[in-house]
């Protein structure tokens, strides 16, 4: 033990144990501690014992209660010499005098460098520092204690030096306040010396030196910011002209409305700004002692417009505790802390253009208890003001990134379909994997893993693993925008698939088992969007192609040095890119910009059409009045030094003079 405090746990049922600490002194005859009996107490000498029962374990704390630092002069109840506690401990647990445990313990405690006493009143006179230095030793920062790596402190002993005597502080932090500076005379050396060195070198003694130049006074001057800067807007503004898709949603106060959600790292930040038409379904773990209220649901909300509307909140009670609770310690039932608290939250945005026209929040509340681990689940959704019985009418006339990708079964009575990547749960294996839509815009890469025997047929295989991936597009066409309607088939682009290669050649077939050519493992998504317009300033996206191919690899059983398993696994995957590709294919080049290359100012560091670039409109360096007056008196004088330079100008100016 080296420390003032020391923990350790009793196993078993404690009820009824008496705990009792004794000093245990060491017989100089023999070098043994005397054996102790079970009439002890909870305190001995400047110890204490304290105990935390439980029901199958109890912590047992021995703690120091004496002062641990070094005496100053005059002083009492301090430590004399470095090595403060040299001290023998012996914890007992008995029950009806018969003992069940014994703990013995060995102290060894040195004393504290920090200085905890009273600061003398006794002014300091601090020298000027630009003339001398401050102190002898800088790294002398504790009174009355040794400083570690100090060697220049006159408080550390011989004995605590030799600690730390290979790790001093070096330079003026460590006491060399006046080292010899490399323009001194006398501190040149044999090495990397100039032959000029004695003729430019100072002659001075070391109580002058440029290291008390640091200090100086000075006048300071705030810096102007540029004109062609915009300044950083540290607090939001007042919205009155709506909100644009990924504008953070403010409050009457005008701060941002939050939620809790996921970062990038995985965890969940509880004071993330909500943004206008981006849905999320997040879930976050808590217990009690992290337990943390959001924003109060009477907030009022500002709709963009500069009016503000107020929540509709409905309570409900959590009667499945199971869904929420994920981990549970057993506690006792009378010692248990229990709270009511927010197990989910469902926000409801209902919108029209740019404005929010009203906000329905569903609250699930349930006991939270101490040692429970709750998952806390928040759904934010944006419903168009033209939804009905909670279904989204897609009114958009563009797809809106993050949003589910449209896709159509042409060739069913039920027109709807899907278009799905993986999301694996438990063990990953394809069998447990469930199904989430395509995001827009974002693109993804998920698989499962497939489990396949030794003896497997290739050809079964590649109709197993095919029709795993088909089921992941269950749809003949895809929405060339996110309202698309099913009765137009213009709306809509089909879907080009290039099959996978089936391969006739059943390599295992013969003696080679677990060998399979050509397995169709990884399923390739493939769409091509672009920007067809804007609408009120937003950009509007269609897509323009959704093209769907497959890539071979050769599978292979993967064993030991004996195949005993029958079973092994193929992860098989889906990939999903969107491209962006121009609306319109880019106009061609003319002969002259073919030609003339160096006119061309994507192709040259000299861009001569540019020359008077700060001219025209373009330019926002500075403001185009002061431009254009710039301008103006560049040309004056050009125009000025053209007519002094002609010869008929100094014809005209010796006529006069004569």
């Keep these: 033990m080296s420390g003032p405090r020391v923990n350790s746990f009793f196993l078993g049922n404690s009820s009824g144990v008496n705990f009792s600490i004794i000093l245990s002194p060491i017989d100089e005859e023999t070098g043994k501690s005397q054996l102790a009996n079970c009439s002890g107490s909870k305190r001995a000498g400047d110890w204490n014992l304290n105990v935390t029962p439980g029901m199958n374990t109890s912590k047992v704390t021995i703690s120091l209660t004496r002062n641990l630092q070094l005496c100053l002069p005059n002083a009492t109840d301090c430590c004399t010499t470095p ?54 030793c800088p790294c002398d920062l504790t009174a009355g204690a040794c400083d570690v790596r100090c060697c220049c402190d006159p408080e550390c002993t011989s004995d605590l030096k030799q600690l730390f005597n290979e790790s001093c502080f070096t330079g003026v932090f460590g006491g060399d306040v006046n080292p ?78 939050t939620i809790p959600q996921q970062s990038m790292a995985g965890q969940c930040v509880g004071n993330a700004p909500v943004a206008y038409l981006q849905n999320f379904d997040v879930k976050c773990l808590t217990n009690l002692a992290s337990y943390k209220e959001g924003l109060p649901h009477d907030v009022r909300i500002n709709t963009g417009a500069g009016d503000f509307i107020q929540q509709n909140v409905i309570y409900r009670t959590i009667t499945n505790m199971g869904k929420f609770i994920t981990e549970s310690e057993s506690l006792p039932t009378a010692e248990v802390l229990c709270q009511n608290v927010t197990f989910a939250e469902r926000y409801t945005f209902i919108w029209k253009d740019k404005n929010i026209e009203q906000i329905n929040v569903t609250v699930f509340l349930g006991s939270l208890c101490d040692g429970e681990i709750l998952t806390q689940r928040f759904t934010v959704k944006f419903l168009s003001l033209k939804s009905t019985n909670a279904t989204e009418l897609f009114g958009n006339p563009g797809y809106q990134v993050g949003k589910p990708v449209r896709a159509a079964n042409m060739n069913a009575s039920d027109t709807f379909g899907s278009l ?41 295989l590649r109709g197993k693993v095919t029709e795993k991936l088909n089921s992941l597009i269950q749809a003949t066409h895809i929405g060339k925008r996110d309202n698309s309607s099913y009765s137009d088939l213009n709306d809509w682009v089909e879907i080009i698939r290039l099959d996978p290669f089936n391969s006739d050649t059943n390599v295992s077939s013969g003696n080679l088992k677990g060998i399979c050519l050509d397995i169709p493992a990884n399923l390739n998504i493939r769409i091509i969007f672009a920007d067809v317009g804007a609408v009120q300033g937003i950009p509007q996206q269609e897509i323009l192609a959704v093209q769907i191919s497959y890539s071979t690899v050769i599978w292979q059983f993967q064993c030991g040095l004996i195949c005993e398993n029958s079973i092994s696994f193929l992860p098989i995957t889906a990939s999903v890119q969107f491209i962006k590709v121009p609306a319109q294919p880019p106009i061609p080049m003319t002969r002259f910009q073919i030609n003339y290359t160096e006119f061309d100012c994507n192709r040259n560091d000299v861009c001569w059409p540019q020359l008077l670039y700060p001219l025209t409109r373009f330019y926002t360096g500075e403001p185009y009045s002061q431009c254009l007056a710039k301008g103006l008196s560049l040309a004056f004088l050009v125009l000025l030094a053209a007519i002094m330079s002609n010869p008929w100008f100094s014809k005209l100016r010796n006529s006069s003079l004569v």
């Design 83 to 136: 090595l403060c506690v040299v001290e023998t401990l012996q914890v007992l647990a008995c029950r009806d005098s018969v003992m069940l445990a014994h703990l013995l313990i060995q102290a060894e405690i040195y004393a504290s460098s920090s200085f905890t006493g009273n600061v003398s009143e006794n002014a300091t006179i601090i020298p000027n520092q630009v003339f001398q230095p401050l102190g002898s």
């Design 180 to 257: 010899p500076f490399d323009q001194l005379c006398s501190s040149q050396s044999m090495e990397y010396t100039p032959d000029w060195f004695p003729f430019l070198c100072v002659q001075s003694s070391l109580n002058n030196t440029p290291f008390l130049g640091y200090f100086y006074h000075g006048s300071t001057s705030t810096p102007r910011v540029p004109l062609f800067k915009i300044p950083l807007q540290t607090s939001p503004g007042k919205l009155l002209t709506g909100y644009r898709q990924g504008d953070p949603i403010m409050t009457e106060e005008n701060e941002y409305f």
């Design 420 to 460: 799905n990547i993986w999301q694996p749960a438990g063990r990953g294996l394809c069998t447990s994997a469930a199904y989430t839509p395509v995001l827009f815009g974002l693109d993804s890469l998920s698989g499962c893993i497939l489990e396949v025997g030794i003896n497997e047929d290739c050809g079964l």
